[in-house]
């Protein structure tokens, strides 16, 4: 029986027994329950066998009066015995109190019938028995010696000695004594008997409380030797090991026989002198020692400890937790936040920052097509500026997974061989690029632009890591990951670069994702290399994993996961023709800001569409009213003070339902911005944009025959 299960029903002979023994007692160990029981038991059946056999057998066998008063008293003193005990809670006052008035009750019986009652003698044999049963060998020798000295006491008193007014003499002896010997072998059977059902119920209750007791230790050692954590028990002087779970030993590294008795847990840990002290004075003082950091070869141990007694010993309980999974989860987690946080103000800038660039960008083209020569040049250079300064904001939005992507199915093999003279271009003579191709290699999907940029970063990294020449390998490979490797199950295009560079240590590999992080000297590097490729990487539905020896080089593998035949062959035919620019067309200009739209609304009216302002969506809605719909396009900004775009966009619908609208933002990601309130299908132009590409995607939407939101 386990400790869950019921406990079985109470025997129904103790039932009246058990309900004298004081709760104190039924609580306590099983022998004194069962002493207890005894001593109920024999007040109960001598008591009743005393007072109604004793003293209605007497009057019935014409025996003298004063026999049946002295077993009528003394078998209601022997039964309020057992009230006695309840409201005591004392066996041993109990006990002899009881044996107390059945001594004296025999020996007035044989005392004041002038030695005529041997029967009351007789009796005497079972009190030593009874104060042996309840009291123990010492209460038994106790007794056994009074019985014996009274006994020799009374038969030598002279027969004339006791004279009571009541008739105690036995004029038939021999009735006398048959009489008691069959009421004292019933009473010594009745207390056997009951004695022997308080043993087996003892025996059941005492296998019953150690199987639980076993239970109880198995259970404890189970969840000692399975807690995660390390678990040690030491002497609280010498600080050596008196117990240790497995967890312990396997954090320290050694089996529990060398630990166990032979080693300082502090030591075993690691710990130095200053946390020792430190943890000793908080235990002296309060008993207990809140987490001390520990470092113990490669992992990093958080250890608690306070002070216990254990079997009277003072003793320390420490628990030791291997806390270097959960380290990595949160620097994990402060990189991404940390990642996020740049991501958020890139994200805050990029619309303000994209508005700026789009003017940039786009009049320094118009003053491209329209100065001489060298000032056109000049031009040039600003046109250049500008789309660096749109790679860099790209670049933060690309490590904080901002950047709008434009996937499609790209062959790696061939966009490597497309930038490999690039490539030898960028990184000078003294580096040497090779190509390790796989012929084979799967389709993936994914920016071009973006892949590019991804080769970029890693090669210029590589460069900078071989200051005196070297070679950069660039190689292709298909993988099929198993499940449960770092992958997962599936097949992927492996990216290798690898370089034979100064290589990187540990302390500089764990950070080399990070943001802003760079070992480059100070103005030649932005620290956003790296953490754009894992950006876009991860982006694209990729993996990176990095690895370096110092002075053996570096090698960063890009995992892209493989796009299946079907598809690739399924998207390149769904692709549609470039649609042809329009002329002519009335266009409702809906912007903001004022110098993107002059811009916007100059290289439309270059391209010969008629073009309408409007500052914000309320103007917007107001014009298109008044011209009674007779807009071919409206092109607007998305978010804009008093109405913004998508809104427009709907009130504009009811007005007309087969009203096109092309959307232009400078935020990285509109369609999911929740306050943009943005369509997920809608077509969008990005903010910064040239001229060309805005009159490309307007004539786009212009040649879009169903209408609607475009």
């Known amino acids: 029986m386990t400790e869950s299960e019921d406990p079985s029903p109470p025997n129904p002979w103790l039932r009246p027994v058990d309900w004298f023994v004081p709760p104190a007692l039924a609580a306590d160990d099983d022998d004194r329950r069962t002493r207890a029981r005894i001593l109920v038991a024999t007040c109960l059946v001598g008591g009743l066998l005393t007072l109604l056999v004793g003293s209605t057998t007497t009057l019935a066998l014409g025996l003298a009066p004063g026999i049946a008063m002295v077993n009528l008293l003394g078998g209601s003193l022997i039964f309020a015995g057992a009230f006695l005990l309840r409201a005591s809670g004392s066996i041993a006052g109990t006990t002899h109190a009881v044996l107390g ?148 030993a396997e954090l320290v590294g050694l089996g529990r026989a060398r630990i166990v008795r032979q080693l300082d847990w502090t030591e075993a840990l690691g710990m130095s002198q200053a946390q020792r002290e430190l943890m000793q004075k908080s235990l002296d003082e309060v008993g207990l020692c809140g987490e001390i950091e520990v470092s113990l070869a490669d992992r990093a141990l958080r250890v608690r400890a306070r002070e216990v007694v254990l079997l009277g010993r003072r003793s320390v309980l420490a628990s030791v937790r291997d806390v270097t999974e959960r380290l990595r989860l949160e620097e994990q987690l402060r990189q991404a936040q940390k990642m996020e946080a740049v991501g958020q103000l890139a994200g805050a800038i990029a619309h303000d920052f994209n508005n700026m660039l789009t003017v940039i960008s786009g009049y320094a083209d118009h003053l491209v097509s329209e100065l001489p020569d060298e000032l056109g040049e000049m031009a040039g250079e600003i046109r250049r500026a500008a789309d660096r300064s749109a790679d860099l904001t790209r670049q933060l939005l690309a490590f904080s997974r901002r950047q709008v992507m434009k996937p499609q199915i790209l062959d790696l093999n061939a966009l490597l061989r497309r930038l490999e003279r690039l490539l030898g271009r960028l990184l000078g003579e003294p580096v040497r690029v090779e190509l390790e191709l796989d012929p084979r290699s799967w389709n993936v999907r994914a920016d071009p632009g973006q892949m590019e940029q991804v080769i970029m970063n890693l090669a210029i990294n590589a460069r900078d890591a071989m200051p005196d020449g070297g070679t950069l390998r660039l190689s292709t490979r298909n993988i099929d990951a198993e499940p449960g490797t770092a992958l997962g199950s599936g097949q992927w295009v492996r990216l290798r670069v690898r370089d034979d560079g100064v290589g990187m240590d540990e302390g500089t590999l764990a950070r080399a994702f990070e943001p802003f992080f760079t070992t480059k000297e100070q103005g030649k590097g932005t620290g956003l290399g790296l953490s754009t490729v894992d950006g876009i990487v991860r982006q694209s539905g990729g993996e990176v994993a990095i690895r370096s020896d110092r002075q053996r080089g570096t090698t960063v593998d890009v995992f892209l996961p493989r796009v299946l035949e079907a598809e690739a062959d399924a998207e390149r035919a769904g692709t549609p023709a470039a649609i042809p620019h329009g002329s002519g067309h009335t266009i409702l200009l809906v912007e903001d800001d004022p110098m993107v739209r002059r811009l916007a609304s100059r290289s439309l009216w270059a391209a010969g569409y008629q073009v309408i302002e409007a500052r914000d969506g309320e103007e917007a809605l107001v014009t298109f009213r008044d011209l009674g719909g007779a807009v071919d396009l409206v092109l607007t900004d998305v978010v804009m003070p008093r109405r913004g775009g998508a809104e427009l966009a709907r009130e504009l619908r009811e007005l007309r339902p087969d009203v096109r609208v092309l959307f232009m933002s400078g935020y990285p990601n509109p369609r999911e911005d929740r306050g943009a309130h943005l369509p997920p299908d809608v077509d969008l132009v990005h903010k910064p944009f040239s001229p060309a590409t805005l009159r490309t995607r307007v004539a786009a939407a212009l040649g879009r025959r169903d209408g609607g939101l475009c």
């Open 101 to 248: 008035v059945g001594w004296l009750m025999n020996s007035v019986l044989f005392a004041a019938s002038g030695g005529t009652n041997l029967s009351a003698l007789y009796a005497f044999p079972i009190l030593p028995l009874i104060a042996t049963l309840i009291g123990g060998t010492g209460v038994g020798v106790a007794w056994t010696a009074l019985v014996c000295v009274s006994t020799v006491v009374l038969v030598n008193l002279p027969a004339t000695s006791i004279v009571l007014p009541v008739e105690f003499a036995v004029a038939d002896v021999q009735g006398q004594v048959t009489r008691d010997v069959v009421v004292i072998t019933v009473w010594v059977a009745l207390v056997g008997l009951l004695y022997d059902r308080v043993r087996s119920v003892a025996q059941r209750d005492a296998e019953r409380a150690r199987r639980r007791a076993e239970e109880s230790e198995e259970r404890f050692a189970q969840a000692f030797q399975g807690n995660p954590d390390g678990i040690v028990v030491a002497d609280w002087t010498s600080r050596r090991v008196l117990e240790c779970n497995d967890g312990f």
